[in-house]
């Protein structure tokens, strides 16, 4: 079964820490996407990245970072500079060739911090 | 500069009650419109799509929406909901050549039985 998967689903922690959430995908999609989610604001996007080794800023980067070491991956480091990182992160995919533009979402991971 | 707005930030209809759910953007260029659905704590599920052609698309679960290019609309109709359709919807809108999508800030559908 192709799709993406973001681990883990729930994940706590304490102010002050760093905190990496995973995302994987063998859709063989090239690009990959990080939004984060609070209620009432839609997805506003963090990073993105079209191919391996490269990335751009989102919207809303401050206090976030990430790496694209893989095709297949696009892990999201929250550190302790984000002031307040308690929110849902949703992470997407999308094939850059064609004409598809669709991204494909994977179930997200909520991270609560106090 | 590109904007997408969702008019309502809830929406209560009966059961098998139609339902539309509206989206407009604002871009200077040729877009690309999408509906999303979402359920509590998941991620978003594609319900539609257009890309160009019929202005009229039809999507999943018995969804349709319209783009309108001079209203600068895509709403999202179903003729008779369902209470599995209770669930957040997301607009989201694409600039032809662009990589990224803009979202809309979602609508809340509830269906009351």
């Known amino acids: 079964d192709g799709g993406i998967t973001q681990s883990p689903k729930y994940l706590f922690r304490k102010e002050g820490q760093n905190v990496t959430l995973s995302c994987e995908q063998n859709?063989?999609?090239?690009?990959m996407y990080w939004y984060r989610q609070d209620p009432g604001q839609g997805l506003r996007l963090i990073y993105y990245s079209q191919i391996v080794n490269d990335f751009q800023k989102g919207d809303i980067a401050e206090g976030y970072s990430v790496s694209r070491e893989k095709k297949e991956s696009f892990p999201l480091t929250v550190t302790s500079a984000q002031k307040n990182p308690t929110a849902f992160y949703l992470c997407?995919?999308?094939?850059?060739?064609?004409?598809?533009?669709?991204?494909?979402f994977g179930p997200g991971t909520r991270l609560t911090v106090t | 500069a590109q904007s997408v707005t969702q008019l309502d930030s809830q929406v209560p209809v009966f059961e098998e009650a139609p339902v539309e759910l509206r989206c407009n953007y604002s871009s200077s260029v040729s877009v690309y419109l999408f509906w999303y659905v979402q359920y509590p704590n998941q991620g978003l599920q594609l319900l539609l799509k257009y890309l160009s052609g019929s202005t009229l698309v039809k999507g999943i679960n018995g969804f349709e929406a319209e783009f309108n290019k001079s209203q600068t609309s895509f709403h999202l109709r179903k003729p008779s909901v369902h209470i599995s359709d209770t669930a957040e919807y997301f607009c989201?809108?694409?600039?032809?050549?662009?990589?990224?999508?803009?979202f809309g800030t979602g609508t809340r559908l509830t269906v009351i039985p």
């Open positions: 989201a809108v694409g600039e032809t050549g662009a990589n990224n999508l803009f």
């Open positions: 997407a995919s999308r094939l850059t060739a064609g004409s598809s533009y669709e991204q494909y």
């Open positions: 859709l063989n999609h090239d690009a």
